[in-house]
Structures are given as C-alpha cells and as structure tokens.
C-alpha cells in the first residue's frame, strides 16, 4: 500500500492546500537503502510531509493513487539513479510530474545519484517515446552527488532547498488573499536581525497570528528546528500546559521518548544544553498570562545566539521586560483595507462599481482592521445592494457577533474595575485628555491610572501624542454592545446610556432607575425635551451626566419647565451645556463632585451659602453671561481651574477664591465688569479683556504665564517681582508705569509688550534689566517709544525681535548679536541703524530681516545694512557647509528700500524679471543668493497677501524647481522700490538634472549647466484664486555660491568692510551720535584687523553635495583638493 511519510508539522500547516509536499520518485532497486531512506528521515526531521511508493513495481502503468499523489503534493523531488530510465513504471511516474509542472505550477527537483546528468539525457536504455521527458527533467537545475563526498552534507543540501522552494510556492499562493502584511513583516525580520526575542502586539483582530506566521514560514528553512505554537491561549485551556511543552519540545528536538514530561522535567540542564546547540525558531502564538510564558519559555534563556524568539500578545505588559523589542501591528490604510475587503467580497481586488460607495461605507466602519474587513466582505459576498445598505445601518445599533467575539476576549481577562473605566470610556470619555479623565474616574475608582494602563497593555485604548485617550471604533462599539445586554428591552435599567433615542425614552418618561450610572445626550440631535422636576429621583447611583453640544451651542433643548427638585448625591462629574435655571438645585449635596462644567448656563448665581466642596477640581463656567457672584469656595480645597471667561456680569470674585493655594488655572478672559484682582496662588492666569480691571497684585512664586492684555493696569505691581518661574508676560496697552527696581524674572523667555502705546524708553529700560534671559521681545505698535535703551545690547539670550508698526522710533542701537529674526516693518520715524544690528555669531542657524517702508532710513544706514547682510550670508552658508542633504539648511533674508541690486551680483539685469546663468561645476554649489527690485504697491482687498517665487529651468524648458519667500511675512503694501535679497540653500533638483544628462551621456564627465531663474509675484486673496504679475519686478540678480569661492568671500566681504568704515568714520563721524548712547561712549561699531590669507579650499576625498571626490589633486575652478584636508 502507498503510504506518505506525514509528519504532523507547523510548517506543514502554513503550505498551499495540497495534500503532501513532496513526492519523491525514485528506482527502488538503486536508492531505497541509502540515499532514499536516509533523505526521508531529514525530511521528516523538518515537519516535511512526504509521500513515498513503499510498493513493489508491477505492470507498466502507475496506479491511479500514485498519479493522485504526484497531483497533490506542492513538489517532486527525482532520484536519477543508474536504473532510473530502464524503468517504466519511473517513467510514467516522470511524465506525470512533468505534465503537473507545466500545468500546475508543479515544482521539480533533480537529484542525480551516482550518474551523469549528461547520461540521463542520452540514456540508451530510453524508448522514443520518453526522449523529450527525460531530457526535459535532466535540464532542469538540481543536485549531483558526484560534487559531494559526504552524503549527509548532499542530503542537508537538497533538504534545505525543498525548504527554499515550498516557502515561495507557500508565499506565491498564500499570500494572494493577504494584504498589507509586506511592512509589518520587513519591521519583524529587521527586529529579528539585532535581538533574540520580539514581540508582536496589536488589539485583536489585527493580523498579529497572520504576520507572525508569514515571517515564520519565510524564516523556518534557515533553521535547525523550528515550532509554532499556535493559539497558545485556547490550546492550554483544552490540553494543559504540560501538553504544550511536550509539543514544543518534540517539534524542537525530535525526541521520540521525551513524551509526557512532567513539570520537575520543564527547565531540566539536559534539554537546555541540547537547545544551547541548535539553532531554532520559535513563535508562541497568543500567549494569554505570565504563567504560559514562564512555563513555556525557561528554556529560552539557553538558546544559542543564533536562535529566535517570537510571542504574540494582545497584553502588552506582559511582553515589557520580556521580550527585547515589541512590534505594534497598526491598522491597515484605506486602500488596503479596500483591497481586503473586495477580496472577500467580490473574490477581486476592487469592488464592483455600483458596490463602490457602499463598499467604502464597510471599509470605513471597519477602520482598518483586518479581521472584521474579512468578515464583513464574507457576509456581503453575493449579496443585493438593498441587503448591504440594511446590514450597514444595523451594524451601528447590532455589531457583528464574530467580530465582537474576538475583540471582547480582551475585555474579559479585566478586573471588575478595569471592566468599568473601560465602559466609562467608551461611553464617555473616548477622545479626552488622559489627565482630565483620570482626574475624574479616580474620584469613582481609586485607581484610574492603573487600570488605563492596563487598557493600554490590552490594546483597548491608546494614548496620542497630545495625550488624548483614543479608541477603535470597533472597540468602542463592543462596549456599547456589552452594556446594551445588561437589558436588552429596557434601556432604564442599564448602566450606561448615550444613544440619543433611547436616552430621550429614558428621559421623557422618567424611566431611569438606580442601575443606571451614567447619561451622556448631544442636544444638538434633539428638538426640545422637557424634563420633569424629580427626573432624578430613582437614579440615585448617576455618576457622570453629560448633556453637551459639539457646537457649543448657547441655548440648549433640554427644559425644565417646573425647575429641579434635585441632583443625585453621588454625581463626580456635572457637565450641562446651557443649563436653564439660574441656580443648582438647593438640595444638592455636591460633597463628590469632581468636575462642574456649564457653558452657556443661565445661572446667576451657583446657590447659596458654602457648600462642603472637598472633592471639586474644576469649574468651568464660560459663557454664562447672567453670572453676577460667585459662591463661597473656601472649603474647594481641591480646586485646581476656575474658568469663567466672559462671564460679562461678573463684577467681583469671591475672597475665598483669592486665597487658595491649590489654584493652577484661573481664566477671566472678558469679564468686562471685573475691576480688581490680588490672587495668592495660581500658575496661569488670563485677563485678556478685563476691559475696568485696574488693580491686580499676585503674591504666588509659581504663576508661568501671565496674560494682561485688555486690562486697564497702568502699573505694574511690585508683586510681579516675586514671579521667578514665569516664562511669558503679555503687557497691556495701558501699561504706563514700570518699577524702577525688578526682581530678575530669571525664567523669562518672552515678552510682550504688543500696542503699549504709553511705553516709553525708560519703562523698556527697566524691564529689559529684570529680563535678562528672554529670548523672544515683542514691541509692535509702541507709538511712544522714540529709540530702543542701550541695555538691549545685553540681553545674550535674544533671538526674535519684533518692532512692526512703531511709527516714533527712529534710532536702533548695538543689539545682541544671537538676534536672528529683526522686523521692523512700518518703522517710518526710523532714520538710523547700527551697522552692528545685524552682525550675527558664528555658528548661528538663519537670519530675517526686514526695513519694509522705513522710508526715512539714511544713506548710511542703507549702505551699512546691505553690506551687513551679504557678511550675513556669507556666515548661513558657512553654517550649512557640513549639513548633511536630508536635514533642513539655515536660509536668510533681508528687505529694505532701495531700487538697485548690489554691486557684487555678476548675474544681474537692470530691466528684466528673468536671467539666465551659466553654472561651470554644480555639484560644488553650496546655493544661490537672490535679488528682486520690486515696484511700489498697495492692496485693496482685504486679507490679501503676497509673495515672490523663483522658477528655475533648463534650457530644454524642463522645471527643476521653484523657491518662495516671505511666505509667512506676507507683503501687504510698499511705499517705494524695496530690495529684497535672500539665500536658498537647496540646489537638489540642479544636481539631480546633471546626473540624468551623465546617466544619458557616458562621455559627460564635467557639465556647464545653463539655468534660467524666472522671477514673479503671487498675489493671495482667501476669496478668490492666486493671480500673478499684479505687482511688478523691475530687476533681479542671481550669484551662485560654490565651495571653492568661500573663503575668498569671507576675506572679499571683510577687506571691503573695513575699509569702508574707516572711511565713513572720518568723512561723516558716526562717533558723535553713538556717544550719547552707549554708557560706555562706544560708537557701536567695531572695526576687527583681520589679515587671514586663505587663497585656496582644500578637502577630503569624499562628497561634496553627494558628488564624490577622489583622493588625487586636482583643482575644479579655484578649489583645490588635497588628500587629507578638510573642506573649510
């Protein structure tokens, strides 16, 4: 009888659905006690299920068993014997094959036992008839056991390619219904090639078994041994633990007699140190608890270097210090879900066309899973369009009980309490901030922050970068699911309730009992609802209410026509969007309340006396325009943010508010009403629109943020002093007096003075000398303020200083040299700048300057700043010399009035927005510095801005880039020519374009590279498309900046400079108005001797702008390189 050498394998489970697979064809005579039996043997070692004919040849013709076998395994592997052709029982059994493998796919291997190939091809004994299938077969690549002089070598080599082949045939016909698994699996192999044991994490459903089983099968044949244990969660609870080790351990090392271990044998040195030997691969597959992985892995702590481990998990806690990296497997992306789910349920890669928007409906409730994207394309296959648009409108009420299934089994591992923060969640919080809902649920649970951990380690919630709880929908609605089976008929007598039919039900005819413990309504989805007085009365165990718009709707739905007997006493969190009455209900005992939320309310006052507040955190009254007081609060001793912004009526605040030390955010932005204010504790503040607020004083050390604006304070306390840790201060336009001696606020890192419009140079003084360490200065608009104080020069830390629109300053002194953002737009009382102003410190990232309508500037200030910048731009170029290609270069700009483009611009026109340039040696090009002389202009249009871009071409009209400025400081007006210059860094595309003019000329080893530079304005508006050319260019100018000119621009610049000083100094003595401005009598100009003589730039072998250099001199235009010398 025919019987197949079948061993019962994990590789065996992963192969095309074919019976066996390998069929191996042999002359008995020549091979069954030796190569044959022993081949057999390593094939089963590696879980290969074989078939082999045991049967004596009878007959010419092969059975018909035989010929089903050949057609049911993936492969066959020919022995070519000496006897093989003589045969033809073997050479039926050959044209079969062959017959399969032009028709099937059918894999071949030859192996040539002790013959020549050549032999087998010119066999004498062959009939006619076989000429073509043995000559076909002995062409085919296989193995000669002629090159071998150890058979076990032979038999290791033909075994480990039968792996290589059903891996590819596995790969090519398994993972035709798979999708998205390629990034998944590269990000494991690549784990896999650093450390020894990995996790594979993800929410269920996800494709975790899938990738894991897919990298096994790819991997298994480099291995000695290999074992996937799959659904280690269910087998365990069916078979035991000792049985899963048992199977690990037998698959591992083939040992027949180790059966039946028992747990004194699990860990034992003599397993351990045959595993310390082997070379193995491992995947513990849905592991569910620590006592799983610690039973099933102790041996793992022996493995060899070479060996690897992979478990997947849905609990990610259980992988952190136990595994040495961890694989999240993310959702799929729209298009592969799309594809996904068309497979399934079309049995195509896209949907039908009039299937296509329902198709993508399915897609998107799915959100990327795998498995449901699987199961709802089943349920759909074949089905009519009016079948699909039911079963997707009862998906939302009636999630598929497959799908929930799966994902619920997470769930069901959780504590009592974790079960309830998690339900919590989706009903109530997914979305929120991580700290505003732990805040609350701790109040209801102890121990909130544990059990969102543990959520998270299970894959039910995330937490996103901005700290805001995240949950899959699928997840979400399996939560829904749960607790709608609490009472299937009654939705009073569930604990949750948010669907807003079934909410409205409960409402409207006071069907809530004490089961139900949360109520969360949009109001936005309803008409109006009126609500009994005693709506509450049964509900006494309601914890969170939450009646709330989207929108942040004024009015609200929800009524109470006969007012509010009472709320219910356990109640943490209240949130109640436009809540009708103008006082909480007086019964209410608010001891547990964690959370007061009700924007929009018509309260006049929250009630009266004091109430005992020990758990309150927040109130949040914003909007509540009919607010006249606020309660007592002195018993609030938890009370962390008060926000009752524009809170119009509000004309004081309680003194027991002022006095609590708990108090982090206190937000009173546009309360009109308010006039003063001395709080004790608080860490941010917001006043912004206290329009008769005149008196504030803040005695807290703590306070971060102080803002202001839209006050009517004229002086600043001294109070303010004692702010060491706060880092912004926004001043408000009434500011009129400074203390002359401030504490250092030593923490400061940006001042804004915006519109003070009684700042003069005296008040900026003192702050400036109590500022020392602020990095960001904001003056715009201080009509006041006529010449900026010399103490400016001091503050090393300043890096953005903005004038904009300060129409009496008329005189910029030295300021520091770390300055490398300088706006002084609309400056147009400005006459005078200090050459110094924009000198920058070496080493320093990118520069902006901009004069836009400082019309009054003087000739020598002109001259001194356009001089400064090109000394400026000499100084980002050096910066960006070593700056690999994929990082962000510094870049710079300066603008001023002028009308010409400077001298030192070769490439220049004085009539045209155009200019071609001839570029000798790209690849050397450290960037371009533009010029533009742009015509006056003035906008009509509101919110219309402008900019200029640079398209660059070549010379066969292709576009190889485009550049654009002053994007984000949008010209708005000029009230002359202005000259605007500036330094783009990029020349990627320049390069790009002579490499694909050398890839299609091998005979193109240098290029003069003609490029033309197109010059335009784009003009903006929000209301209608971008136009171009409303605003004229008049003359433009282009200078490359290569490598080998670096250097002399350096000492070209500086010489220039200094002669141009010493001239200045004794023709129009700048000296004479310096003096009375610095305390020291310096003029503010500084003059360095120089004498560097730097002909030449040297560098390594290696890559300029990723063209590479070789280690011989040569000289490219004037750069010289050396072996061994640095570029600069």
């Given at each position: 009888?025919a019987?197949?050498?079948?061993?019962?394998?994990?590789?065996?489970?992963?192969?095309?659905?074919?019976?066996?697979?390998?069929?191996?064809?042999?002359?008995?005579?020549?091979?069954?006690?030796?190569?044959?039996?022993?081949?057999?043997?390593?094939?089963?070692?590696?879980?290969?299920?074989?078939?082999?004919?045991?049967?004596?040849?009878?007959g010419?013709?092969?059975?018909?068993?035989?010929?089903?076998?050949?057609?049911?395994?993936?492969?066959?592997?020919?022995?070519?014997?000496?006897?093989?052709?003589s045969?033809?029982?073997?050479?039926?059994?050959?044209?079969?094959?062959?017959?399969?493998?032009?028709?099937?796919?059918?894999?071949?291997?030859?192996?040539?036992?002790?013959?020549?190939?050549?032999?087998?091809?010119?066999?004498?004994?062959?009939?006619?008839?076989?000429?073509?299938?043995?000559?076909?077969?002995?062409?085919?690549?296989?193995?000669?056991?002629?090159s071998?002089r150890?058979?076990?070598?032979?038999?290791?080599?033909?075994?480990?390619?039968?792996?290589?082949?059903?891996?590819?045939k596995?790969?090519?016909?398994?993972?035709?219904?798979?999708?998205?698994?390629?990034?998944?699996c590269?990000?494991i192999?690549?784990?896999?090639?650093?450390v020894?044991?990995?996790g594979?994490?993800?929410?269920?459903?996800?494709?975790?078994?899938?990738?894991?089983?897919?990298?096994?099968?790819?991997?298994?044949?480099?291995?000695?041994?290999?074992?996937?244990?799959?659904?280690?969660?269910e087998?365990?609870?069916?078979?035991?633990?000792?049985?899963?080790?048992?199977?690990?351990?037998?698959?591992?090392?083939?040992?027949?007699?180790?059966?039946?271990?028992?747990?004194?044998?699990?860990g034992?040195?003599?397993?351990?140190r045959?595993?310390e030997?082997k070379?193995?691969?491992?995947?513990?597959?849905?592991?569910?608890?620590?006592?799983?992985?610690?039973?099933?892995?102790?041996?793992?702590?022996?493995?060899?270097?070479?060996?690897?481990?992979?478990?997947?998990?849905?609990?990610?806690?259980?992988?952190?210090?136990?595994?040495?990296?961890?694989?999240?497997?993310?959702?799929l992306?729209?298009?592969?879900s799309?594809?996904?789910?068309?497979?399934n349920?079309?049995?195509?890669s896209?949907?039908?066309?009039?299937?296509?928007e329902?198709?993508?409906?399915?897609?998107?409730?799915?959100?990327?899973?795998?498995?449901?994207?699987?199961?709802?394309?089943?349920?759909?296959?074949?089905?009519?369009?009016?079948i699909?648009?039911?079963?997707?409108?009862?998906?939302?009420?009636?999630?598929?009980?497959?799908?929930?299934?799966?994902?619920?089994?997470?769930?069901?591992?959780?504590?009592?309490a974790?079960?309830?923060?998690?339900?919590?969640?989706?009903?109530?919080?997914e979305?929120?901030?991580?700290?505003?809902?732990?805040?609350?649920?701790?109040?209801?649970?102890?121990?909130?922050?544990?059990?969102?951990?543990?959520?998270?380690?299970?894959?039910?919630?995330?937490?996103?970068?901005?700290?805001?709880?995240?949950?899959?929908?699928?997840?979400?609605?399996?939560?829904?699911?749960?607790?709608?089976?609490?009472?299937?008929?009654?939705?009073?007598?569930?604990?949750?309730?948010?669907?807003?039919?079934?909410?409205?039900e409960?409402?409207?005819?006071?069907?809530?009992?004490?089961?139900?413990?949360?109520?969360?309504?949009?109001?936005?989805?309803?008409?109006e609802?009126?609500?009994?007085?005693?709506?509450?009365?049964?509900?006494?165990?309601?914890?969170?209410?939450?009646?709330?718009?989207?929108?942040?709707?004024?009015?609200?739905n929800?009524?109470?026509?006969?007012?509010?007997?009472?709320?219910?006493?356990?109640?943490?969190?209240l949130?109640?969007?436009?809540?009708?009455?103008?006082?909480?209900?007086?019964?209410?005992?608010a001891?547990?309340l964690?959370?007061?939320?009700?924007?929009?309310?018509?309260?006049?006052?929250?009630?009266?006396?004091?109430?005992?507040f020990?758990?309150?955190?927040?109130?949040?009254?914003?909007?509540?325009?009919?607010?006249?007081?606020?309660?007592?609060?002195?018993?609030?001793?938890?009370?962390?943010?008060?926000?009752?912004?524009?809170?119009?009526?509000?004309?004081?605040?309680?003194?027991?508010?002022?006095?609590?030390?708990?108090?982090?955010?206190?937000?009173?932005?546009?309360?009109?009403?308010?006039?003063?204010?001395?709080?004790?504790?608080?860490?941010?503040?917001?006043?912004?629109?206290?329009?008769?607020?005149?008196?504030?004083?803040?005695?807290?050390?703590?306070?971060?943020?102080?803002?202001?604006?839209?006050?009517?304070?004229?002086?600043?306390?001294?109070?303010?002093?004692?702010?060491?840790?706060?880092?912004?201060?926004y001043?408000?336009?009434?500011?009129?007096?400074?203390?002359k001696?401030l504490?250092?606020?030593?923490?400061?890192?940006?001042l804004?003075?915006?519109?003070?419009?009684?700042?003069?140079?005296?008040?900026?003084?003192?702050?400036?000398?109590?500022?020392r360490?602020?990095?960001?200065l904001?003056?715009?608009?201080?009509?006041?303020?006529?010449e900026?104080?010399?103490?400016?020069?001091h503050?090393?830390?300043?890096?953005?200083?903005?004038?904009?629109?300060?129409?009496?300053?008329?005189?910029?002194?030295?300021?520091?040299?770390?300055?490398g953002?300088?706006?002084?737009v609309?400056?147009?009382?400005?006459?005078?700048?200090?050459?110094?102003?924009?000198?920058?410190?070496?080493?320093?990232?990118?520069?902006?300057?901009?004069?836009?309508?400082c019309?009054?500037?003087?000739?020598?200030?002109?001259?001194?700043?356009?001089?400064?910048?090109?000394?400026?731009?000499?100084q980002?170029?050096?910066?960006?010399?070593?700056?690999?290609?994929?990082?962000?270069?510094?870049?710079?700009?300066v603008?001023?009035?002028?009308?010409?483009?400077?001298?030192?611009?070769?490439?220049?026109?004085?009539?045209?927005?155009?200019?071609?340039?001839?570029?000798?040696?790209?690849?050397?090009?450290?960037?371009f510095?533009f010029?533009?002389?742009l015509?006056?202009?003035r906008?009509?249009a509101?919110?219309?801005?402008?900019?200029?871009?640079?398209?660059?071409?070549?010379?066969?009209?292709?576009?190889?880039?485009?550049?654009r400025?002053?994007?984000?400081?949008?010209?708005?007006?000029?009230?002359?020519?202005?000259?605007?210059?500036?330094?783009?860094?990029s020349?990627?595309?320049?390069?790009?374009?002579?490499?694909?003019?050398?890839?299609?000329?091998?005979?193109?080893?240098?290029?003069?590279?003609?490029?033309s530079?197109?010059?335009?304005?784009e003009?903006?508006?929000?209301?209608?498309?971008?136009?171009?050319?409303?605003?004229?260019?008049?003359?433009?100018?282009?200078?490359p900046?290569?490598?080998?000119?670096?250097?002399?621009?350096?000492?070209?610049?500086e010489?220039?400079?200094?002669?141009?000083?010493?001239?200045?100094?004794?023709?129009?003595?700048?000296?004479?108005?310096?003096?009375k401005k610095?305390?020291?009598?310096?003029s503010?100009?500084?003059i360095?001797?120089?004498?560097?003589?730097?002909?030449?730039?040297?560098?390594?072998?290696?890559?300029?702008?990723?063209?590479?250099?070789?280690?011989?001199?040569?000289?490219?235009?004037?750069?010289?390189?050396?072996?061994?010398?640095?570029?600069?």
């Open positions: 009888m019987t197949g050498s079948v061993c019962s394998s994990s590789f065996a489970s992963f192969s095309p659905r074919k019976k066996y697979d390998v069929f191996i064809s042999f002359r008995g005579e020549d091979t069954r006690h030796n190569l044959l039996s022993h081949l057999i043997t390593a094939l089963c070692e590696k879980s290969i299920k074989t078939y082999v004919d045991y049967k004596l040849e009878r010419d013709e092969i059975s018909q068993a035989l010929t089903q076998a050949i057609e049911d395994s993936n492969m066959s592997l020919i022995l070519f014997s000496q006897n093989y052709a045969s033809t029982w073997c050479l039926h059994e050959l044209t079969k094959i062959l017959e399969c493998k032009r028709k099937q796919g059918h894999i071949v291997l030859p192996v040539f036992y002790k013959v020549d190939p050549s032999h087998v091809r010119n066999s004498k004994e062959k009939v006619q008839k076989w000429n073509a299938a043995l000559t076909e077969a002995a062409n085919l690549a296989g193995w000669d056991s002629r071998f150890d058979e076990s070598k032979l038999i290791k080599e033909i075994v480990n390619d039968v792996l290589r082949k059903l891996y590819h596995y790969s090519s016909d398994q993972l035709r219904g798979l999708v998205g698994v390629d990034e998944n590269k990000s192999e690549s784990l896999l090639e650093k020894p044991i990995i594979i994490w993800g929410m269920g459903g996800i494709g975790k078994t899938t990738v894991a089983k897919v990298v096994f099968a790819k991997l298994c044949s480099q291995y000695e041994s290999y074992c996937f244990l799959e659904n280690v969660r087998q365990s609870q069916k078979h035991g633990l000792n049985y899963l080790h048992d199977k690990l351990i037998f698959e591992l090392l083939k040992d027949e007699h180790h059966h039946n271990t028992t747990a004194e044998v699990v034992s040195k003599f397993i351990m045959r595993l030997s070379k193995v691969l491992v995947v513990l597959d849905d592991v569910n608890g620590f006592e799983q992985l610690e039973y099933l892995a102790r041996e793992f702590i022996c493995l060899g270097s070479a060996s690897r481990v992979i478990i997947t998990r849905r609990n990610k806690h259980l992988l952190i210090g136990r595994v040495n990296e961890i694989h999240v497997v993310k959702e992306n729209f298009q592969d799309l594809k996904l789910f068309s497979l349920a079309f049995k195509d896209n949907p039908q066309m009039e299937y296509k329902l198709s993508e409906r399915a897609v998107m409730y799915t959100k990327g899973n795998p498995l449901a994207l699987k199961v709802l394309g089943s349920l759909f296959h074949s089905k009519s369009i009016e699909w648009e039911s079963a997707l409108s009862k998906l939302r009420k009636y999630p598929n009980v497959q799908i929930q299934n799966v994902l619920r089994l997470s769930y069901d591992e959780l504590d009592d974790e079960k309830d923060i998690f339900l919590d969640i989706a009903f109530f919080f979305g929120e901030d991580k700290d505003h809902v732990i805040r609350l649920l701790d109040a209801c649970y102890l121990f909130a922050t544990s059990g969102i951990e543990t959520l998270q380690d299970k894959a039910l919630v995330t937490i996103s970068k901005d700290n805001k709880i995240q949950m899959h929908e699928l997840i979400q609605e399996m939560g829904w699911e749960i607790v709608r089976q609490e009472s299937i008929k009654d939705p009073g007598r569930r604990s949750r309730l948010r669907d807003t039919e079934e909410v409205c409960v409402l409207k005819n006071n069907r809530g009992t004490d089961v139900v413990e949360g109520i969360m309504l949009d109001v936005s989805q309803i008409r609802l009126p609500l009994n007085a005693d709506i509450f009365k049964k509900m006494v165990n309601l914890r969170l209410l939450k009646f709330y718009s989207p929108f942040n709707k004024r009015s609200c929800v009524h109470l026509p006969t007012g509010l007997e009472s709320l219910p006493h356990k109640l943490r969190y949130h109640w969007n436009g809540y009708p009455l103008m006082s909480l209900p007086s019964t209410f005992c001891e547990m964690v959370q007061l939320c009700m924007p929009h309310s018509h309260v006049k006052k929250l009630w009266d006396g004091s109430q005992d020990v758990n309150l955190k927040e109130i949040d009254l914003i909007f509540s325009t009919q607010l006249m007081e606020l309660p007592d609060l002195s018993k609030a001793t938890k009370l962390e943010i008060l926000n009752i912004s524009h809170c119009i009526n509000l004309s004081h605040v309680h003194p027991s508010i002022l006095s609590l030390d708990t108090l982090v955010d206190f937000v009173l932005y546009g309360c009109q009403k308010l006039k003063s204010l001395h709080l004790r504790s608080v860490k941010y503040i917001v006043l912004n629109g206290c329009f008769n607020l005149k008196e504030f004083s803040l005695t807290s050390g703590e306070i971060n943020v102080l803002d202001l604006r839209g006050t009517a304070i004229e002086t600043l306390d001294m109070s303010i002093g004692r702010l060491s840790k706060i880092e912004k201060i001043v408000c336009q009434s500011l009129k007096n400074v203390p001696e504490p250092s606020f030593t923490c400061l890192r940006e804004n003075l915006h519109n003070c419009r009684h700042l003069d140079t005296t008040n900026l003084h003192n702050l400036l000398d109590a500022s360490n602020v990095q960001k904001i003056l715009d608009e201080c009509c006041n303020l006529h900026l104080p010399y103490n400016i020069k503050l090393s830390c300043l890096e953005h200083l903005s004038l904009r629109n300060c129409m009496s300053l008329k005189y910029i002194p030295q300021i520091p040299p770390s300055v953002q300088l706006d002084a609309n400056c147009t009382s400005l006459e005078i700048v200090l050459a110094s102003v924009i000198s920058r410190q070496q080493g320093q990232k990118g520069i902006s300057i901009s004069f836009e309508n019309l009054k500037l003087d000739e020598h200030s002109r001259s001194s700043i356009m001089e400064h910048a090109y000394f400026t731009m000499k980002v170029v050096h910066a960006n010399v070593n700056v690999p290609p994929y990082l962000n270069k510094s870049s710079g700009d603008c001023l009035p002028g009308t010409k483009v400077p001298e030192w611009f070769e490439n220049k026109t004085t009539t045209q927005a155009s200019i071609t340039v001839e570029l000798p040696s790209p690849f050397l090009l450290l960037g510095v010029c533009v002389v015509s006056q202009f906008s009509n509101k919110f219309e801005y402008h900019q200029i871009v640079c398209q660059w071409c070549l010379e066969d009209g292709r576009r190889i880039g485009c550049t400025r002053w994007y984000y400081k949008a010209i708005t007006a000029l009230n002359s020519d202005h000259v605007y210059l500036w330094y783009e860094p020349c990627d595309k320049i390069i790009e374009a002579v490499k694909e003019s050398q890839a299609n000329d091998d005979e193109c080893i240098t290029l003069n590279l003609n490029v530079f197109e010059f335009y304005v003009t903006h508006n929000l209301c209608e498309p971008k136009h171009i050319g409303l605003i004229g260019i008049k003359k433009c100018g282009v200078c900046i290569y490598a080998s000119e670096h250097y002399s621009f350096i000492n070209h610049i010489l220039d400079m200094k002669l141009e000083h010493r001239d200045r100094e004794i023709t129009m003595g700048v000296g004479s108005f310096d003096e610095d305390e020291t009598g310096s503010g100009v500084e360095q001797e120089q004498n560097q003589e730097k002909d030449s730039c040297y560098c390594l072998p290696g890559k300029i702008n990723g063209y590479a250099t070789s280690g011989d001199l040569r000289q490219i235009g004037d750069l010289r390189i050396l072996p061994g010398r640095e570029i600069f």
